[in-house]
Structure formats: structure tokens, C-alpha cells
């Protein structure tokens, strides 16, 4: 009874001080991840901060005061920068983007789909084809792909751009959304098939609807690959008026003296689209890239 009494004693008095403990150590833990988390976003932030800031102001100023906030705001550095030709090259990177969108979720989805849904030896063949893309170096293909751009008379047109864009991003866009389509039960496609639903059906009013997160997250990546890519949009484009952003914004650069707030205004409209895309689309994008990693 003595030591029942003294375990009985001493046990509960142990048991709170390592609770305590555990919830200490555990809240240090989480407050240095969120310290590093914030770091990260500001070290990632704070270059696009600068950016905008510096947009407003002059030549001089952004030489002479590099950190601070502009003196006088250049609200028409933007003005500027929209009439000597950031206009056209954005309506030129949205026809481009659009275009690329298009064709890569949709080529992308029905290859995912016929992928997903049977299996033979082409098939198989097929997807190490499509794996074998992704390993692809853009800088290793410019002159094979300039060379076929040239004989078909698509060098310095949109199409030179668009084409291109598609065939590299074809193949991530058929791994993600085939993985997702693997997720998706076999029974909704065999009822369907016994409803008298033929296959184009059932891609385009099961699968496709069911996988609208993956197709969002594929609608990013793409918008991103397109409206940012720079190396062939400098290569095969040669007239002023079919350049893109990335690489119209180099016209902008003078040789002997570049007026770099007209230079930030434009960089600061072209960073605009990409960043309003993340902010309304950005679950899908999480979401789709989560559920889309299931299987493979």
C-alpha cells in the first residue's frame, strides 16, 4: 500500500511537466518555421517591391537614392512605357499565351485520357515517349527547331512561338492530368458506356468536368512557361510589332543610356497578369497538384 501510495504520488506530478514540455518544444518549433517561412517571403517579395517603388521614380533618382521611396511619384513612366510599344507586346504575349493555353489542355488532356484508360504496348511506348519530352533542353533543340521553323515559313510569326510552346509543355500537362485520371473510378466510365455514352462522351462530360483542378493547375504552368519564356521569343521573332513581352522589354535597353524607370514600369505590367493569375487560381493549383500526385 506505501509504494502504491508513493507511485501514486509522484506519477501525477511527472506527467504535467512533460506535457509542458511537448507544447514548449513544440511551439518553438513552430515559431522558427514560421520565422524561416517569412524570411523566405521576403527575401522573394522584397525584389518585386523594389521594382514597383522604383518604377516612379526618375533616372537620377534611382541612382542616387537606390532604397528609398521616390521623391516625386513618375506616374507617367507607365504612360510611357505603354506608348512605346508595351501595348503591343502585351496584346501579342496574351494571343500567344491564350492560343498555347488552349491547344496544350486540350491535346494534353485527350492524350492523358486515351493514356489513362488503356493499355497495350503502344501505349506503354507512347508514355516513355511523352516522360522522354520532359527531359528535353530547350537550348539543345534552338537549332534543329529554327532549321524546321525555317523550312515551313514560320520563323518571325506567332506560330513559330506557339507551336513551340505546346510541344514543351505537352508532356508535363499528360503526366499530371493522367495521373489524376487514374484516380477516377472505372465504374463512372462503364455506366456511362451502358447509358449508350460513346468515349469522346465520357471525356468530355466525366472526365474533364471531375478533373477541373488539374486542368487549372495545367492553365498556370503553361501561363507561366508561355508569357515568361525569353530564348525563342528573341530567336524567332525578328519584327517589333510580333515580340512578345520578354522579349520587347530589350528594345526598352539603350546603348548609351537606358532610361531604367520606363524599363521597371513595363517589367512591373508585365509581371501583373502572372501575379493576379496566382491570387484567384492559386487552390486549384495547390489542390490539383496534391490530388494529381496520387497515382502515377
Not at 514560421?34 to 526618375?58: D, E, Q
Not at 484508360?117 to 537549332?143: C, E, H, T
Request: proline content about 4%; glycine content about 4%; hydrophobic content about 50%.
Amino acid at each position: 500500500m506505501l509504494k502504491t501510495n508513493i507511485k501514486k504520488s509522484i506519477f501525477p506530478s511527472t506527467l504535467p511537466t512533460n506535457k509542458m514540455k511537448t507544447s514548449v518544444q513544440s511551439r518553438i518549433t513552430k515559431n522558427i518555421v514560421l520565422l524561416g517561412l517569412l524570411s523566405f517571403a521576403v527575401i522573394i517579395l522584397y525584389p518585386l517591391f523594389w521594382m514597383f517603388i522604383s518604377s516612379f521614380k526618375s533616372y537620377q533618382e534611382i541612382y542616387s537614392n537606390v532604397w528609398a521611396l521616390p521623391t516625386e511619384w513618375k506616374f507617367e513612366n507607365y504612360s510611357h512605357a505603354w506608348s512605346k510599344g508595351i501595348s503591343s507586346y502585351f496584346i501579342n504575349s496574351v494571343y500567344v499565351t491564350a492560343l498555347t493555353i488552349i491547344l496544350t489542355v486540350i491535346i494534353g488532356s485527350m492524350a492523358a485520357f486515351v493514356i489513362s484508360r488503356y493499355k497495350n504496348r503502344w501505349v506503354d511506348a507512347s508514355l516513355l515517349f511523352i516522360i522522354g519530352g520532359l527531359m528535353m533542353n530547350p537550348q539543345v533543340a534552338l537549332i534543329p527547331l529554327f532549321e524546321i521553323l525555317s523550312i515551313t515559313n514560320l520563323l518571325d510569326t506567332h506560330w513559330a512561338l506557339i507551336l513551340t510552346y505546346v510541344a514543351y509543355r505537352l508532356p508535363l500537362t499528360i503526366i499530371l492530368i493522367r495521373a489524376f485520371f487514374l484516380t477516377i473510378p472505372k465504374e463512372l466510365s462503364e455506366s456511362a458506356l451502358m447509358d449508350g455514352c460513346t468515349e469522346f462522351d465520357i471525356y468530355w462530360r466525366i472526365y474533364l468536368p471531375i478533373s477541373l483542378p488539374i486542368v487549372v493547375t495545367s492553365v498556370i504552368l503553361t501561363a507561366y512557361f508561355a508569357w515568361n519564356e525569353f530564348l525563342f521569343a528573341t530567336v524567332f521573332i525578328n519584327s517589333s510589332e510580333l515580340k512578345t513581352i520578354p522579349s520587347g522589354l530589350m528594345v526598352f535597353r539603350d546603348a548609351l543610356r537606358t532610361d531604367w524607370g520606363v524599363l521597371l514600369s513595363g517589367m512591373v505590367i508585365a509581371t501583373v497578369p502572372m501575379i493576379v493569375l496566382l491570387i484567384f487560381l492559386q487552390k486549384y493549383l495547390v489542390r490539383g497538384l496534391a490530388e494529381g500526385s496520387v497515382k502515377g
